[in-house]
């Protein structure tokens, strides 16, 4: 914990070191003694909390001296100690700024030491309150985290603060690559715990026989290798929240375990037998339909509804429009930024290239695509030769880039239908178009209903 700082500003050399002396038998405080305004002033930015001011100075008197501390840090406390017992020079001093005013005696030191405790408990009540008007008043703002414009991401962000003002479990779906993990973590930010603990856990990348040490932690000597106590991710993300990714392949053993921790809010080491209270929200993401999971056997039903929460399903990348040439720019100026490159623009004719692509690795693949063609390029400009698309062989990326605009539409139409289940109002509305638009290509079989 960083010390408290008191300057004791005195000229007399035995008073000082007498009340630095003391003043430092506390061992949170951090005491240094200076015997003039000018080596006070010359050390302001030492940034203390709390000066002793000798009110007759060598170099000024203490009002003079007070006022130019106070412009150098106006929230730090000045406690005036003074050898006059004139009432009006108090009252005039503390009208002025001082938090208190001593008269030089024989109890002196006592009076400042019980002053110094009432001034930290105004001080740590006034920070109290500001931190509280501050969570109060502030609101994030999602779309700095997620960047996007488009309607179903500016639903997300909807959803997001609904999560995000509440205790409720989350549990995120979307395809690989769509930001669930940010999505979680922009959930914890906008909570009332953002500054408590947010610990993820990549279910998948957990060896099995591991995964229940990770999760639940074990005593020193709970089995061979157990040579220290381990605190599990649990135990870690208490009072906070506990991301799990890719929840869909927790094994079946492990989800009874898991459901037990949830009913019962409390969990105990492995090899223990202390029972440690938790008070945790859970944040989950799959890349699968988790209900179809359950309806397979392969997910605890029971589980499922403890977990689903308030469920946030992301867009694809292909669906979102405008929000790619958006995303494109923020990648492309990030990587300028860190790698000091000049400015690099994106060619109209590049832009094309980035809307006609289907990104079957979404917002992920879209950033190393970005990075890539800021590496290649030439006369800082993006070109469509600069775009390379690691999910698509060279031969698929000639025939996209050979398709006229209307096959696009055609295709993302198709695409979409078949998807929502020939639904024509719901995929009207996901790409922005007119009814009329699909019935008419319907009619002029330009695309055709595909079979549920």
Known sequence: MEKYKIFVVEDDLMYGEMLKYYLSMNPDYEVFRYKSAKECLANMSKKPDLITLDYSLPDGTGGEIMQKIIQCDSSVAIIMISGQKDISTAIELLKSGASDYLVKD??????????????????????????????????????????????????????????????????????????????????????????????????????????????????????????????????????????????????????????????????????????????????????????????????????????????????????????????????LDDFCRKDNLPAISISVEAKERLLSYIYPGNVRELKAAIELAAVMCNDNTITPDDITFGSVSQKQQMIFAEKTLKEFDMEIVTMFLKKYNNNINKVAEILDIGKSTIYRMLQDNSITLKSK
Do not use: C
């Open 106 to 331: 024989d109890n002196t030191k006592d009076l400042l030491w019980n002053a110094i405790i009432r001034l930290r408990e105004v001080q740590s009540l006034k920070k109290e309150v500001q931190q509280l008007k501050e969570e109060l008043n502030q609101q994030v703002d999602f779309s700095k985290i997620i960047k996007g414009n488009s309607p179903s991401i500016q639903r997300i962000f909807g959803l997001i603060a609904k999560a995000a003002n509440s205790s409720i479990n989350v549990s995120i779906t979307g395809e690989t690559g769509t930001g669930k993990e940010l999505v979680a973590k922009a959930v914890h930010t906008g909570g009332n715990n953002k500054k408590a603990p947010f610990v993820a856990v990549n279910m998948a990348a957990i060896p099995r026989e591991l995964i229940e040490s990770e999760l639940f932690g074990h005593e020193k000597g709970a089995f061979t290798g157990a040579i220290a106590r381990k605190i599990g991710k649990f135990e870690e993300a208490n009072k906070g929240t506990l991301f799990l990714d890719e929840i869909a392949e927790m094994d079946p053993s492990l989800q009874s375990k898991i459901l037990r921790v949830l009913q019962e809010r409390e969990l105990v080491r492995i090899g223990g037998n202390e029972k440690i209270k938790l008070d945790i929200r859970i944040i989950t993401a799959t890349h699968k339909n988790l209900a179809d999971e359950v309806t397979k056997g392969a997910f605890r039903e029971d589980l499922y509804y403890r977990l689903i929460g308030l469920p946030i399903d992301l867009p694809p990348l292909r669906e979102r429009g405008s929000d790619i040439l958006l995303l494109a720019k923020f990648f």
